[in-house]
């Protein structure tokens, strides 16, 4: 019985080496390439944790901001080139990624405020999507490719499927009363168009900011201006200065709050009737004074001299 007693040789000798394999020896895990197997176990390399789910992966340590500032009262206070996330107040984000898809901009951290032509979207309150009923800028029908526009309105020369204000080139020395309604983030005007658009917008001519105690005028890329102060009616300002235009310095606006003499918003705020004179930055000249101020609503009455002279004079009319 010479087999018997080697088959039991054989499964003593099995019993202290362990299991058989007759596949060849088995990896151990990886660990997700940031940890150690210990038999049992990762032993996870600084900055990361066991996997709760998997004792066989490695997963990274939170980090507050995602490294880019610090957390404050559960909010990200962020580092120059990142933005609290206002999807997440507890994580920054690259202040160049686009906001409400580039079309609007986040209201108090709470949702987007979309441009005009842009509504909310209703699967993701951070995010503006084209409003299908959004044509001829808000003021008119698309008819056969080109706009009808309602009363007051008239095609835009340049682009058929837009409106804009009737007169608004002001070849004809008349004056406008534009609203611009800062609630509603309508507060950067173009004025060759006598367009108001939101504050996302990049081209434009004056923003009434609302980033102070009060709304505060700044002026556009490559706009600069001269105050006229209130010695003169807005139509006794007949011609542009041909020198003395400043341009914004960071927080030295020319414009700012100057045309606020007193009050407060709720009520209305004091005019001082100072009148500005602005050069655009396609060099052609524009008048402006701020007539009110009162909650949320400012109406600036606007003129622009489209042919490149310095003549502004305007009649008593204004347009609405």
Partial sequence: MMWKSRLLCVLALSSLLGACSFGGDTADPTC?????????????????????????????????????GDLVNGICDCEEGYITDPADPTDCIDEEVLVCGGHGHIHDGQYCSCDDGYIQDPEDIFNCISDPDFVCTGH???????????????????????????????????????????????????????????????????????????????????????NMGNGSDYHDVAEAPADGYLADEGTN??????????????????????????????????????????????????????DGSRDLATDSEVQQ
């Avoid at 997700?32 to 990762?42: L, T």
């Avoid at 004025?191 to 609302?210: K, N, W």
């Avoid at 004074?289 to 009455?301: D, F, K, N, P, T």
Wanted: hydrophobic share 35%.
């Fill in 32 to 68: 997700g390439d940031y940890g150690n197997w210990d038999g049992a176990a990762c032993v996870c390399v600084e900055g990361y944790h066991l996997d709760p789910a998997n004792a066989e992966n490695c997963l990274a340590n939170a980090v507050d901001c995602s490294g880019h």
């Fill in 140 to 226: 008119g029908e698309l008819v056969d490719g080109a706009c009808v526009c309602e009363e007051g309105y008239e095609q835009v020369p340049d682009d058929v499927t837009a409106c804009q204000r009737e007169g608004s080139q002001h070849t004809d020395g008349v004056a406008v009363d534009v609203t611009l309604l800062l609630h509603s983030d309508q507060v950067k005007l173009v004025l060759h168009s006598l367009q108001v658009l939101g504050v996302d917008a990049t081209d434009f001519d004056l923003y009434m900011a609302h980033d102070g105690p009060g709304p505060s005028l700044k002026l556009g890329p490559g706009v600069t201006a001269v």
């Fill in 253 to 306: 606006y020319v414009l700012g709050t100057g045309f606020i003499a007193g009050g407060e918003g709720s009520s209305g705020y004091d005019m001082t009737e100072n009148v500005y004179v602005l050069k655009l930055a396609d060099g052609t000249y524009a008048k402006v004074e701020v007539l009110s101020a009162a909650g949320g609503v400012v109406h600036v009455l606007c003129y622009r001299q489209p």
